[in-house]
Every structure is written in C-alpha cells, then in structure tokens.
C-alpha cells in the first residue's frame, strides 16, 4: 500500500506542480514523472481505454462536503482518481479533500479531488478524480507515537495568533 500511495501521491504532485503552478519541471524531476505514469499505467491493457491501471484497495477515507466531513472507504485506486464507498456520496463536479492515513508509513496523504460520478443505485458510492496539489505529512510525533495532525479546518484556539 505504502508504496502505492506514495507513487500516486508523487506522479500528482509532479503533474500539479506544472499544470496548476506553472513551476516548470526539471529534468529530473521530467524523467520521474513519465516513469511514474508508466508504472501507474500498468502492463494489463484496459477494454475501457483507462490513462492508468485501477488496483483493487480498501481503505479508509476522510473527505470533505460542504457543511462537514464524511467517512468512507477506497475500494479502488489508480493513477487519476478513487471509488470511495461512502453512506452520502456528493453531486457531481463537487469538490472535496480526501485524506487517507499510512500508518505502516507514518504518514498522511490529502489529495483535492472533484467528484466525477456517482451511484443511484445499490451501496452508496462516487468516483473522484485527483484535482490538485496533494500533501503528505508525519502522522506520528517523532518521540512519542502521539499524532500530530488531525483533519480540522478553521482557527485553532490554541493559536496565541487567534483573538
């Protein structure tokens, strides 16, 4: 899983970095995003014509709808997106933040996603396209196991900066 992540994590990052920020890429950083995409595409050719190869995955998620957060799982996972089983899944074309955590890692990934489709049908579930530049950060303090982010949005009031 970890190194799954990280490479989805580091291809969007990479792809972002030029699309979003106009930051232009340097060779190195060129080469590490085609062999990236490469990997992520996979060698199974897709009847449906996918940019990458999907991996079957659960996970739990966090993600964000307006008014709040929600809970959920990946069930599926690739290069450009997720299946998110989820008791609420949003409209179309809403924007959320998807945050999964890699414990084996020590680390969270939070991904800007835009919701692509959605089930009328049967268990509640969307597909969410990567829209952005992700982050990755420690979840563990690095003496004490105790966790150091927590999804929250908002002031915090222990922040002397805050009135």
Request: proline letters at 6%.
């Amino acid at each position: 899983m970890r190194n799954l992540l990280s490479m989805i994590y580091e291809h969007q990052l990479l792809s972002s970095k030029e699309r979003d920020l106009d930051i232009v890429l340097d060779d190195a950083e060129r080469v590490r995003l085609m062999g990236l995409a490469r990997l992520l595409r996979g060698e199974t050719p897709d009847t449906r014509q996918r940019a990458f190869a999907r991996v079957k995955l659960t996970l739990p998620v966090q993600f964000t709808r307006p008014g709040g957060f929600e809970s959920g799982e990946i069930r599926d996972l690739s290069g450009g997106g997720f299946l998110i089983l989820t008791a609420r899944p949003q409209e179309v074309g809403t924007r959320v933040i998807v945050r999964v955590e890699d414990p084996q890692a020590g680390c969270e990934y939070v991904f800007p996603c835009a919701v692509r489709w959605r089930a009328l049908r049967g268990p509640g579930r969307m597909g969410v396209a990567l829209d952005g530049v992700p982050s990755r950060s420690d979840l563990y303090e690095d003496s004490t196991g105790v966790w150091k982010k927590h999804l929250r949005f908002g002031e915090d009031p222990a922040d002397p900066m805050v009135a």
